[in-house]
């Protein structure tokens, strides 16, 4: 079969055009109230929406599967026999009110404490639901999955330097989750 544009212009309208990698809305879980490790309850830092807005990138979650080889017969194949999930990173611009690094500092203080002695949170209190929605031009819902049990494991560094005058700030987060689910 050769290829022709025509071809595949036709097919993109007819599937309502290309999917846009930056069209994408992140609904992260309100905070606010949830039982921190040290049993005292965190605050919200800024509002879902401004969450979303600060958000600049992420990810739609892959799955691996886990096989091992058997023998029928002569031949060898390979079954699968589970399956493995990858962390989905998110990045955010940081503001001066800091409200994006505050909100996952709470996050975070609701797994573990952030000073010595360190003690850990309860799975149930600290384990919530994020929403990674695909949007098209006009801002439809096209695709969406919700990362369930999800909670942060890693922060990255934030860098401060006298050459990036003219750059915004930015921020990452990895969560892991249990699994998800196309909704």
Known sequence: MTFSTDQLRSLVDKERGAAAPNRFRCILPRIGGTTK???SAAQMFGTQ??????????RLPGKN???VDRNVGLEQIKIANGHTLGDVTLTFYLTNSYNVKK???EWSACVMTPVAPFAMGFHKN???TVEVQ??????????????RSAYPTTFTEIELN??????????????????????
């Open 37 to 39: 490790a040290d049993g």
């Open 103 to 105: 909100y996952w500092q």
């Open 126 to 128: 600290y384990a919530k």
């Open 162 to 183: 006298n050459q990036a005058q003219g750059q915004a700030l930015e921020f990452s987060v990895s969560l892991t989750y249990s699994n998800y689910e196309v909704v």
């Open 49 to 58: 929406e401004e969450l979303n807005t600060l958000c600049t990138a992420t």
């Open 134 to 147: 695909q949007l098209n031009k006009v801002g439809e819902v096209v695709y969406a999955v919700k990362l």
């Open 65 to 67: 599967f886990s096989v």
